[in-house]
Nanobody, 123 residues
Framework: QVQLVESGGGSVQSGGSLRLSCVASGDTYSRYCVGWFRQAPGKEREGVAHIVSASNIRYADSVKGRFTISQDNAKNTLYLQMNSLKPDDTAMYYC?????????????????WGQGTQVTVSS
């Protein structure tokens, strides 16, 4: 079982940048597919970016071109680089890990979640 701890959230002005980190313990990231999610007050949780495999990386349309997901298996750390931040990006951000499954395409069934880190973007 893997435990996940996020960090790097904070308050920035519109147009600014933040880099979120998520350190895994108890197992290695390389065994899992991984991703970032966010949830704003009064809204449903939404997927932001996913690494299903090295050749299968996906982004929500709302963050394409601004956010970059990456992982460093040697450090057992997942990152989310967020540039050109907008007030609409304000949310609690969560990292997650899971197992791959195929249903036509390959997807990730997320089973492990971090506690979240708050990102607030002011205009």
């Amino acid at each position: 079982q893997v435990q996940l701890v996020e960090s790097g959230g904070g308050s920035v002005q519109s147009g600014g940048s933040l880099r979120l980190s998520c350190v895994a313990s108890g197992d290695t990231y390389s065994r899992y597919c991984v991703g970032w999610f966010r949830q704003a007050p009064g809204k449903e949780r939404e997927g932001v970016a996913h690494i299903v495999s090295a050749s299968n990386i996906r982004y929500a349309d709302s963050v394409k071109g601004r956010f970059t997901i990456s992982q460093d298996n040697a450090k057992n750390t997942l990152y989310l680089q967020m540039n050109s931040l907008k007030p609409d990006d304000t949310a609690m951000y969560y990292c997650a890990a899971g197992t791959r499954f195929r249903s036509g395409d390959v997807y990730c069934a997320y089973a492990y979640w971090g506690q979240g880190t708050q990102v607030t973007v002011s205009s």
